[in-house]
């Protein structure tokens, strides 16, 4: 995994956030995963497979979702499956963008959404993760990237 | 269904398999089904739609992992299972199959299956697993037509994994042997405390990337993360583990290409936490080396005397090293050092904190030889440490008989600055030469990189003595001496 691989990812999750509400999401510093769950309410996972294998995947709060509900479909009282949709759609985009970039040498899952703070979520063994913490408008999400 | 297939026998001549038509009672066929069910290769046939036959060997559902074959499309097989782009080319490959005016032998090579990765989903709609299959197609003509391609395909996983963790050895091996060749003249136990103290600071780092939430904080963090990365580069440095050393300035170099930017946010950390995630793979490969040689090492473990005096030679050579660098003639003078006066539980401590000292005095301390001359100095300087203890505290010395260059270039700045304004005025006078030393990043001049420097040793220093409840002392005169006093409790 290089610089280049996790900018890209970042960038494509930060551009999700401004292109469908105006507002910028800010980047926090990035960390490598230790044993530690990185899990909030909802977690949109997508499998990377081919050329290289891996998982990427972004765990939101439910209050972010809502929000997020609010600014695109502009309803203040969002049904847990609309939110649910959400991080699914957040999910997609990203895939989608690293489908375009990467190639159709790799494999992108279409995404799992997973509702709920489970464990944690499996990653591949022996391959490095990377946690980018990312906030918009206050509410405190992650991406988290392992690629080999 | 389709009878094509199911009537189908095969026998090969000239490369090419030629169709046996049966009404479906004449031997061939059962026999071609009774060959099918024994061999344990994967066999099957494609008809000119691409899809599965009734024929096909008992072994081809476990080798593909996949049931009820029969009618599947083998493009629709494929889908999720191996990348669009084999797909596509598959689908292409195979209707070049079915043309009669081009030669088998000719499109052999264009197969894209010859050796392909087939990944497997677990319950999640992850690609968990992964075997290696080989897929061999061949024409099976009937009255001059191609009417179905007959394929077999073999399960490689075993033979690549093999092959694969062969390569990896391969390219490991010269690294490795590098690396072992330069860790072979370090003791055993001067590494162990080595990875000791750098999984410590490379613990720091992670604390620090992880626990920062403040935007405000950036640079503060960049601060911690190039102390502790100096740290691994000097103890590396001490060992004399040039591969590490050269790692951890290639990590300082892109800490100090941030620090230079007029603002940072959280994607100026991406190169750290990459290069932190090298540094890391980095130790855990030498870790393992180490494992491997150091059952070896334990059949000759040394006694307690022996790693003191490894201690000693450590910061012997480091002096010795340094001097030579910097064409500063140093006598080192330990005698009145006692390495086995140091707890075990210091041992690393003693060595960071001696090292920081020996470094700082010889480089901002100690003057050259020929400004010793001038200043009616012996050309040759003194650096000499001792231990002490008591009930309470193991004491350690630096002697050093150079001056603190510091010390008098912030004095000349106290004597002749010109200051800003009355109030940083007077600030200036109210510190003590002692707190001087102590600022962090201070600087004067032309001066400033030596001086951070500086400060980052002891900055260093103070932070290792604060985290063991210890403290230091200094005694100086600005030409004849200067020495440092460290106290570390014997009693957390």
Redesign the interface.
Known sequence: ???TD??FF?DSTINYFEEVTGEKA???????K?KEPVILEYSG?I?I???R?G?VYFTTTQAMLESLAHEILGITDAATETVKDLAGELANTISGNVREAY?????I??P?VVEGKAKDIRLPENV?S?V??ITWKDFKSFLVVCLE | MNHRDENINSTESNGELRGVHTDGNGSPANMTKVILRYIEEGAFFLDSQFNFGESFSAALEEILCVKELKGTNFLSLLENRVPEDIITNTREFLEIMFRPDLEEEEIYELNPLAETEFFYEDEWGMWTSSKTLSFRFKRVVEGGKIVALFSTVRDLSEERRLNQKLKQIEDHTQKQMEWLVNILHVEPDLLRDFFVGVEHEMENVDNVLKNTRETKKYFEVLENIYRSLYIIKGNASLLDLKFFSDKASHFLEKIVKIKDESEIDGNDFVPIVIELGELRSTLEEIKTIFQRISQFHNHFRAKRSYESELLVNSLKNLTQSLSRQLKKPVSFDYKDFDALSIPYTYRQMVRDVLFLLIRNALLYGIETREERRSANKSNIATIKIITFTDERFLGLVLRHDGRIERIERLLQKMITADYESEEERRNWEGISVSQLLFMPNMSVGDEQEILANSAMDIEILKRKLKEKGGRLKITFTSEEFCEFIVFLPLRA
């Open positions: 995994m290089n610089e996790l900018h970042i800010l980047t926090g510093i990035p960390y490598i230790g996972i499998g497979s081919g050329k294998k998982c190639g159709s040498s790799f494999m899952s279409v799992v490095q990377f980018i913490p």
